[in-house]
């Protein structure tokens, strides 16, 4: 994770390996306003795995090195990790809880 998240000039994009240089920079400005200054991408192979004789593949894809004019900054509050950790600690708590619960029917009842 970023240590910051002001002044970011470039972002890095996976994308499918039929995506262009400018079908890429379009979708950035004109969904996401973003001023593009250029976009340099790299076709990547999935990785391989051979088990049992069986050779699986993941799909081919496309990553792409956008290059802003300005610079970008995100709100802090944007993604609310904070928040997710704290609701599963909830949940884990709950669990745990939930199980010497368990127990302590299961001593009572014995």
């Not at 499918?16 to 890429?24: D, G, L, M, W």
């Not at 991408?41 to 069986?54: A, P, V």
């Not at 609310?80 to 299961?106: C, F, G, T, Y």
Request: hydrophobic share 35%; glycine share 4%; charged share 30%.
């Amino acid at each position: 994770m970023p240590t910051s998240f002001t002044n970011i000039q470039g972002i890095t994009l996976k994308t499918i390996p039929s995506a262009t240089k400018i079908k890429i920079k379009h979708v950035l400005e004109s969904l996401y306003g973003f001023v593009v200054e250029r976009v340099q991408t790299l076709n990547m192979e999935g990785k391989k795995k051979k088990r049992g004789g069986i050779l699986f593949a993941k799909p081919d894809y496309k990553k792409a090195y956008v290059t802003l004019k300005t610079p970008l900054s995100i709100n802090m509050n944007l993604f609310p990790l904070k928040m997710v950790e704290d609701a599963r600690k909830q949940i884990n708590k709950k669990n745990v809880s939930s199980v010497i619960e368990d127990e302590e029917e299961e001593e009572a009842l014995a």
